[in-house]
């Protein structure tokens, strides 16, 4: 089923149903928001690509984001939203690597992209959602709805790879519309009334989880500042009935210690979901205080959206549970439609609480990597996908993530791959070697830290690393410390124990 299909049904039978909100406006009911999305789509199609061509989506939080989504779907086309935080530098990476020709873009992404246009060969039309050529787009004839099968392209989801580059995540339409009916299964209801307010970028969970809310013929709201700011947050849950979130658990923790949060009125929260990085147990247990049993938490990936496991509103209610705490702590149970796994490296099931590596196999699971089949050989293995994630199942089958078997750095909910930091870093010519890892953060859950060690007899300023970082990578993957080292230590196979940085990297307790 393609998503532009399920709009255009809900289309009919809630067509004066609010569909999209800027802040606390509504711009469009549901009749409106599938005609836009049908003459945009025909626009796309006048623009001469072919079924199955990539449309990128640079944009900040915003309402184009929707419209020119459901178009792509329509049209027949494959979406790659790009996350806005990125470089230029990195969005040019993801548009040439997914051979997208035609890229829709806020104004200032538009205009950084504009400025390096040599750098996009692939590219046929850049388009800046404030200009003609976009207004243009929407203004002739509606198309009619395109045939797609299950197993085509929808979402290209970039993730980052530990090898350093981005990797294209293939969802295809059976893919979203698994995730959209197990939000339904597992997750929550939506109803016509409900809204879901998109503060995390819609280029990643809050996008994909806009879904199952569109297909319920609910109230899109993009807040005006594009993001998350609290007082605006709570604003809009005053204004907005039946609101839901995605938030990443560092946004739920600036939610819950907001100044007055225990006076605000938060009668139309619906729910919370969080997930995508761990959440420390006290605060999870000062959410439910405050905000009530709203929260449902997710474990997923890019690779299987957005859920593998999860832990559904009853258990936070079931406080009498004899291991209610550890269940709260953990990331849940299997989703309804998906098999999960806890294995040793040839794939032989651990027994229960021993860790061993998170698999997972059903209709969520990616169709590959995009242009990769390495990465989608060693990430594919007989039909599961292997998350490279270590957990652990106790004996009722809740998961619970040990580690991160990647030394994946996860600051402010966002994943950050040590490796393309580092890959940087030692572009500088003084530079032998550069071991990044992450260290705790009371705001961040994370925050980076690079190892440096210049070749013998040199030295490199901070400033030096940062400016190079700041030239090549996005602003929230730069480190934060560079610490100078004469050598790193190593295991017997000369890899660098990232364990012992993280013990020196640690900061000091009395
Ligand atoms: P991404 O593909 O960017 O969504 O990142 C997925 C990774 O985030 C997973 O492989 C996990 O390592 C981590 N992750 C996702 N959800 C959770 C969760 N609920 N608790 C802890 N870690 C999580």
Redesign the pocket.
Known sequence: MNQATVLAQVARSFADRPALSLGTEPLCDYAGFADRVARLAGGLRDLGLRDGDRVALVMKNCPAFWESLYAIWHAGFAAVPVNAKLHPKEHAFILENSGSRVCLATPELAAALAAIRGELPSLNHLLATDGPDYAALGAGKPAPLAETRPTDLAWLFY?SGTTGRPKGAMLSHRNLNSMVMNYFGDVDTVLPDDSIVHAAPMS??SGLYGLPHVAKAANTVVPVSGGFDVAETLALIERWPGTSFFFAPTMVTRLITAPNIDRADLANLKTIV??????YLEDVKRALALLGPKLV???????APMTITGLPKHIFTDTDHPRYEARIGS?GFPRTDVEVRVVDERGAEMPVGEPGEVICRGDVVMEGYWNNPEATASALRDGWLW???VGTFDADGFLT?KD?SKD?I?SGG??IYPREVEEVLLRHPAVLEAAVIGRAHPDWGEEVVAFVRPHPGRTVAQEELDALCLDNIARFKRPKAYLLVDDLPKNNYGKILKTELRKLAAPATD
């Open positions: 993730t990643h969970g969080y997930g995508g990085a761990p959440m938490q997710i474990y997923g990936q890019g690779e990331t998350t490279g994630d993530l991160r994946v996860i966002t994943n």
